[in-house]
């Protein structure tokens, strides 16, 4: 475990041309990072998240990704993500490969990624489409009972991105609230980022809490609000009005650019994109 | 004249269709705000279990997002995701999920993926989420749409998620443990699936709804059930308690939320 800058994590650990998964179910989403990766102009990656959210439809949006893997890519109770569907529909800014899964499914895959198993199984996709759609959604037959099972390949990312509430000075990381998969994307991937609030002498008693060893975790970064327009439950609420601006925001291309020029291009980090931010407002 | 809207009429039949300790699977949106009336209500016993984790949670305002800070405060419990998706919903814990969709069609199947061709899609939906399990393994699915020729159709364009597949008993001989979708709460009433056939059917009408109206807003010829119920208006209880809820949500998505430092 090394404590290391936003910047220095970025260069030592995510290459273009990789397969990473910044995940977060709606809580700690991890944008300060994904901001970064955006700054440092990394191309063809396979991006993974069970729900893209912003932070994927800016990244889209940029050009950073190649593929996508994703289980619902929706603007949580707003309506469409703008720019994966631009991606999608129009190849803009530049074709867009998806591998696309069921909630069940990709949790399941994450699983069997954390297990090292080469794919997960589950009752799922029975008589759907999206078996026809992805590849990677197979069948096997129950040695025991006969029954046919829907399988997904295993998902094994080269780096999982996380933010958390706190880590302490070892670099124990713990989280709390929704945890979403983010255990499962820690242990499936090879190396491990996490981006926190604050770094800690000791961690609070945590009981149920999730917590990350140290001999797990790669990196530490400290990034204050790092999960802002998302949230950190017990540090700041989810802004679900900026959620609701992002709509406009990313509708069309140029007023697109425009917002990421202004509010991650020109800002040198994390705090900058914060103040930029406070002074539209 | 009448004092409630349609939207508000869905809100509260969908909300009547729940029972005091009944398990139910909530979705964003509209679903999320029949499942608290429910609670806030007739069904003070009611389990809500949102996908991000949150088992028994008593949200005093609705959530955005599926995963808001007030789903989790006010939870029984939290669980990880993978849990709540295999223990919880695979494992046969849930009475009744609630979907909606883009399009569906006769047999209550479900399409939330594309418009257009998979490949080449004309209008890329979000997908899939977690439909598909929740139409398999609920006990009893609510599906709650606005009606219109768009949506109601002959043919999907992508099935995200099954419910009587072609019908006549189909859904019954595949490896799918819930009974799937018992009735679709739409703009102007209910439809519930024919006995054999699976076929759905006008069974009930809103107040002031008619049956020409009904069989303009479906994409296929519209079968309708010999004696048509119909469904009493929102009670004063109902709509004052339904009013509350959503202005108190409103407010609070416009909250502006404090800059982290």
Redesign the interface.
Known sequence: MRHLSLTQAIETFVQDGACVALEG???LIPFAAGHEIIRQGRRDLHLIR??PDIIYDQMIGMGCARRLT?????N???G??HR??DA??NSWPRPLEID?????GM??A??AGAARLPFGV?????????SK?NSLVRSVRCPYTG??LSTVRAINPDTTVLHAQRADRQGNVAIH?????Q??AALSASALIVTV?EIVDELPPAMNA?VIPHWIVSAVVLS??GA??S???G??????????RWDAISRDRESFRTWMQRHVLACSDHREH?VS??ET? | MKDWTYDEMMTVAASRRLWDGCVCFVG??LPSAACNLARLTHAPNIVLIY????IGTRPDVL???????E??ETAAC?V???EV??YW??GGRVDVGFLGAAQIDRFANLNS?VIGP?DA?????????????IA??ARQTFVVMRASPRSFVDQLD?????GF?EGNGARAR????GAGPQAVITDFGVLTPAPHTNELMLTALFHGATVEGARAAIGWPLATAADIEILPAPTADELSVLRALNARTAE??????????
């Not at chain 2, 996908?51 to 949150?54: A, V, Y």
């Open positions: 179910f709606t809580h069970m729900t994703f289980s619902w890519g929706g949580p109770g707003v469409s993500l994966l569907r999608v529909e696309e899964h069921s909630h069940a949790a399941a994450y699983c589950l009752r799922g996709y029975i008589d759907t489409d999206l759609a029954e046919d609230g929704i945890v979403g998969a255990k499962e609030e999730i204050p609000g802002y327009p949230y950190a439950h540090c700041y609420a989810r802004d679900n009005a900026f959620y609701q914060l931010l406070r407002v | 964003i949106g996908e991000s984790g949150t959530p955005l997002s599926i995963g808001d800070g789903l989790a939290v990880p995701l993978p998706f295999s919903l695979q993926t998979y899609p004309r209008t890329r939906l979000p997908g899939a989420g977690g439909a598909p399990e398999a393994h992508f099935r995200t998620s099954a597949l595949t490896s799918a443990r609070a998505h416009r909250r502006p939320v404090e800059l982290p430092a």
